[in-house]
């Protein structure tokens, strides 16, 4: 009897404690203790909450143990929290891997006055590095003809791209911050590269998830999760020995790179009130840059390739447009996207397909806020769920199935979409989204240009997504021709 009453006792104490406030916005009964936990498919966690929006409407909420989340769906709710109600959800929720990783600093996942500086800084120099004198446009056309001779010397037998995309776009990276690049068998940078696919792997298992849900304990017990900070704490060391060279030769009348602008800012702010450019910001600033710039567009380009052989009556198409625009005997250059519609259009189309990350990064609300005609407290972590808007059957005319035509009009000439928000939208929308339309056209456009991709004989290319850090393909093998 005393094991009833215990029982008992815990589920009033857990009902009273956790029950939905009444204002809060519905959702499915919640088990005791857990929660809504075991409502989730793990291999796909985006579908599973685009479901629930179609039985508890556009905002709704769940609960992960004591933790409540609500699931923001559509556009409309979108754009009126992100963008309208945007200051009130600037902020991260403090996870603590995160946390034990970047103590608050960069741009990722810091809050407050240092996020606000941080980005600042970082949109001013991908500005600076992007767009102006110093463009990474010859950059990464300079980066593709190294990754060319890589393509040409599997001499069109089957080969997974994987490795060599990577490198590519990590490449464009380490010109950005560190001012050169690497070559591929560079040993320094095939543990780089080593270093960020363990880590990204490790962030998405399980291990990932349970020092999130029990900190106190995971901190105390071995286990993989222990490998995590040791990997990061390499990559910090590696970002060091590039910033104390940066320092050696330093000349603030050339800033060569992401490094330099950031050395001068720590001068130049020195002083002012709640300065937060110091070394450690910085080498957390790079971390971020890698950490949100590289697997991202990689994984796209991935699916790109993917696409072309699945279509590739498209791929014909784009090659054909490629070969009237800018033809055979010139680079491709950013000054032709304007009148490659056809080609804009596929790029854009891939990006809404791949949907790569899928319910945006986390925010917190930092005061109450009124959405949808609910009332969400200070406090509660908030999913933008970028699936419900990529895939909304009101916005698409053929939301399951691949579709340039979603961005074209009835002339052929490109149009924008609203419902396009894979970069998210407002005060957190990612900060590399220029750079990475930069990338993505010259390398999907260079790549078109220069090779005809095709399935190994006899292999059907294989759509379905793996759930992880980014959403990204099977690994698969291609043949690469040149044209
Ligand atoms: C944040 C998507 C490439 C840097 C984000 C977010 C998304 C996203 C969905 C979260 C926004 C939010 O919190 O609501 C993508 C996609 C990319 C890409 C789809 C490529 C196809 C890049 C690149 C860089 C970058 C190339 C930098 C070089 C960042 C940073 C943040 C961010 C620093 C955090 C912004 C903040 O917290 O204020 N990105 N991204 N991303 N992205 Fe990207």
Same mark, same amino acid.
């Given at each position: 009897s005393f094991l009833l009453f215990a029982v008992v006792f815990l589920l009033s104490a857990d009902y009273i404690k956790n029950r939905r406030p009444g204002s809060f916005p519905p959702g499915p009964p919640a088990l005791p #203790?857990? !929660?809504? #936990?075991? @409502?989730? *498919?793990y291999k796909r966690v985006h579908v599973s909450l685009t479901q629930l929006a179609g039985r508890y409407g556009d905002v709704y909420s769940l609960r992960m143990g004591h933790r409540w989340m609500v699931v923001l769906n559509g556009i409309t709710v979108l754009k009126e929290a992100l963008v309208t109600q945007g200051d009130s959800l600037a902020d991260r929720p403090d996870l603590p891997l995160q946390h034990d990783i970047a103590h608050g600093l960069g741009v990722i996942f810091s809050n407050g006055n240092t996020w606000k500086q941080q980005r600042r800084f970082a949109l001013s120099a991908l500005r600076h590095f992007g767009? !102006?004198?110093?463009?990474?446009e010859p950059v990464i056309l300079d980066e593709f003809t190294y990754c060319v001779k890589d393509f040409n010397s599997h001499k069109g037998k089957p080969f997974d791209p994987h490795l060599i995309v990577n490198n590519v776009v990590s490449n464009v990276i380490c010109s950005l911050v560190f001012g050169h690049r690497f070559e591929y068998g560079d040993e320094k940078f095939l543990k780089l590269m080593k270093w960020f696919g363990d880590a990204l792997e490790l962030e998405a298992s399980i291990w990932a998830q349970l020092y999130n849900s029990f900190p106190v304990l995971m901190r105390r017990l071995p286990g993989p999760h222990k490998d995590l900070q040791h990997i990061w704490n390499n990559v910090k060391d590696f970002i060091g020995v590039e910033l104390k060279e940066h320092k050696q030769n330093w *000349? &603030?009348?050339?800033?060569?790179d992401y490094i330099d602008c950031y050395l001068n800012e720590i001068q130049t702010s020195k !002083?002012?009130? *709640? @300065?937060?450019? *110091?070394e450690e910001n910085l080498v957390l600033c790079v971390l971020d840059l890698f950490l949100a710039g590289s697997e991202t567009t990689s994984t796209t380009l991935r699916w790109a390739f993917l696409y072309m052989v699945k279509y590739p009556e498209i791929q014909a198409k784009v090659q054909a447009e490629i070969d009237r625009v #800018?033809?055979?005997?010139r680079l491709p250059s950013m000054e032709d996207r304007a009148n490659m519609p056809y080609t804009d259009a596929v790029i854009h189309e891939v990006q809404r397909m791949a949907n790569?990350? &899928? =319910?945006?990064l986390p925010h917190i609300t930092s005061k109450d806020i009124q959405l949808g005609g609910y009332t969400i407290p200070k406090g509660v972590t908030i999913i933008p769920n970028l699936t419900s808007v990529l895939f909304d059957k009101n916005e698409w005319e053929t939301p399951d199935t691949f579709n340039p035509g979603h961005f074209l009009n009835a002339e052929g000439k490109f149009v924008k979409s609203a419902a396009f928000i894979p970069f998210s939208a407002?005060?957190? =929308?990612?900060?590399?989204e220029n750079l990475a339309k930069m990338e993505l056209f010259l390398f999907f456009t260079s790549f078109m240009q220069r090779f005809t991709f095709s399935m190994p004989p006899g292999v059907k290319p294989v759509m379905d997504f793996r759930f992880g850090i980014t959403l990204a393909p099977f690994p698969y093998e291609v043949c690469v021709t040149s044209r």
């Amino acid at each position: 009897s005393f094991l009833l009453f215990a029982v008992v006792f815990l589920l009033s104490a857990d009902y009273i404690k956790n029950r939905r406030p009444g204002s809060f916005p519905p959702g499915p009964p919640a088990l005791p #203790i857990v !929660g809504h #936990i075991f @409502n989730l *498919d793990y291999k796909r966690v985006h579908v599973s909450l685009t479901q629930l929006a179609g039985r508890y409407g556009d905002v709704y909420s769940l609960r992960m143990g004591h933790r409540w989340m609500v699931v923001l769906n559509g556009i409309t709710v979108l754009k009126e929290a992100l963008v309208t109600q945007g200051d009130s959800l600037a902020d991260r929720p403090d996870l603590p891997l995160q946390h034990d990783i970047a103590h608050g600093l960069g741009v990722i996942f810091s809050n407050g006055n240092t996020w606000k500086q941080q980005r600042r800084f970082a949109l001013s120099a991908l500005r600076h590095f992007g767009f !102006g004198k110093k463009s990474l446009e010859p950059v990464i056309l300079d980066e593709f003809t190294y990754c060319v001779k890589d393509f040409n010397s599997h001499k069109g037998k089957p080969f997974d791209p994987h490795l060599i995309v990577n490198n590519v776009v990590s490449n464009v990276i380490c010109s950005l911050v560190f001012g050169h690049r690497f070559e591929y068998g560079d040993e320094k940078f095939l543990k780089l590269m080593k270093w960020f696919g363990d880590a990204l792997e490790l962030e998405a298992s399980i291990w990932a998830q349970l020092y999130n849900s029990f900190p106190v304990l995971m901190r105390r017990l071995p286990g993989p999760h222990k490998d995590l900070q040791h990997i990061w704490n390499n990559v910090k060391d590696f970002i060091g020995v590039e910033l104390k060279e940066h320092k050696q030769n330093w *000349d &603030p009348s050339d800033q060569r790179d992401y490094i330099d602008c950031y050395l001068n800012e720590i001068q130049t702010s020195k !002083g002012q009130a *709640d @300065n937060t450019f *110091d070394e450690e910001n910085l080498v957390l600033c790079v971390l971020d840059l890698f950490l949100a710039g590289s697997e991202t567009t990689s994984t796209t380009l991935r699916w790109a390739f993917l696409y072309m052989v699945k279509y590739p009556e498209i791929q014909a198409k784009v090659q054909a447009e490629i070969d009237r625009v #800018i033809g055979q005997s010139r680079l491709p250059s950013m000054e032709d996207r304007a009148n490659m519609p056809y080609t804009d259009a596929v790029i854009h189309e891939v990006q809404r397909m791949a949907n790569i990350v &899928p =319910l945006s990064l986390p925010h917190i609300t930092s005061k109450d806020i009124q959405l949808g005609g609910y009332t969400i407290p200070k406090g509660v972590t908030i999913i933008p769920n970028l699936t419900s808007v990529l895939f909304d059957k009101n916005e698409w005319e053929t939301p399951d199935t691949f579709n340039p035509g979603h961005f074209l009009n009835a002339e052929g000439k490109f149009v924008k979409s609203a419902a396009f928000i894979p970069f998210s939208a407002g005060k957190r =929308l990612c900060l590399g989204e220029n750079l990475a339309k930069m990338e993505l056209f010259l390398f999907f456009t260079s790549f078109m240009q220069r090779f005809t991709f095709s399935m190994p004989p006899g292999v059907k290319p294989v759509m379905d997504f793996r759930f992880g850090i980014t959403l990204a393909p099977f690994p698969y093998e291609v043949c690469v021709t040149s044209r």
